[in-house]
């Protein structure tokens, strides 16, 4: 955390000349080259390109989910781009609620148990967990349904479950992967509309999508193509308050 004090605290998110480069025999495939983002606290971001633009990397940055090439990357005023796995671990069960287009809710246990199981991970005292969990999941109307499996759900409630699991641990940034992509338009409508909540109730949320339309539902596009960011704009086009 050595790196902490050079970080801008005005950001929540802050990305700094990233590359991610993967060798391909004597090729290298440049999926971030130079990417730099800055992302405020409270602010909703869409993150838009087609298949094998980057966005996916991108996200597993922000995510901490991976580590980059070279580059820096802040998360809440702290240095993650050199954290070791357990540590970007501790950075994900604290700052980040994860959602994502295919749920990853595990089968096997209840709605409850997988809303639960980040707060385990986090060393959340049981009672605490109880509690936490009840929150979230009447927080997306699921509560009357905590006991059921996700097979037992349909797309729609998965999803609210998936997000409910996102905010159990009260993370200030929501990082949402093509959160849509697998619902009918008007389940679709639903989630984003819950997105949209989360945004105007102070969460930072991050939205990667490839649907234009989707992108549209932020209040401000990046979009990035070929590793590069090539767009940053709020959605009324005022690029005034945009940091590229």
Excluded: W
Aim: hydrophobic content about 35%.
């Amino acid at each position: 955390m050595e790196k902490e004090t050079q970080s801008n605290s005005e950001y929540i998110v802050e990305i700094r000349d990233m590359y991610k480069i993967y060798k391909m025999g004597d090729n290298e495939v440049r999926a971030l080259n130079g990417v730099n983002l800055k992302i405020r606290p409270h602010e909703f971001v869409a993150i838009i390109g087609p298949s094998g633009s980057g966005k996916s990397t991108l996200m597993n940055m922000i995510g901490c989910l991976d580590t980059p090439t070279s580059g820096e990357y802040y998360i809440d005023g702290h240095e993650a781009s050199t954290l070791k796995e357990d540590e970007q671990a501790a950075i994900r069960n604290k700052e980040i609620g994860f959602i994502f287009q295919q749920y990853n809710l595990l089968q096997k246990l209840s709605v409850e148990e997988n809303v639960e199981l980040p707060l385990i991970y986090a060393g959340v005292p049981a009672a605490k967990r109880k509690e936490m969990t009840k929150i979230a999941l009447e927080r997306v109307g699921l509560y009357d349904r905590r006991h059921h499996k996700p097979t037992e759900l349909s797309g729609g409630q998965q999803q609210r479950a998936s997000i409910a699991r996102a905010l159990a641990a009260r993370p200030p940034i929501i990082l949402a992967d093509e959160p849509t992509g697998a619902l009918d338009s008007k389940t679709g409508t639903e989630v984003l509309s819950m997105l949209k909540e989360l945004h105007q109730e102070g969460k930072t949320v991050i939205l990667i999508t490839h649907d234009n339309r989707i992108a549209h539902e932020a209040e401000r596009i990046v979009r990035i193509m070929d590793g590069e960011i090539v767009f940053d704009s709020l959605v009324d086009g005022d690029k005034s308050q945009v940091n590229v």
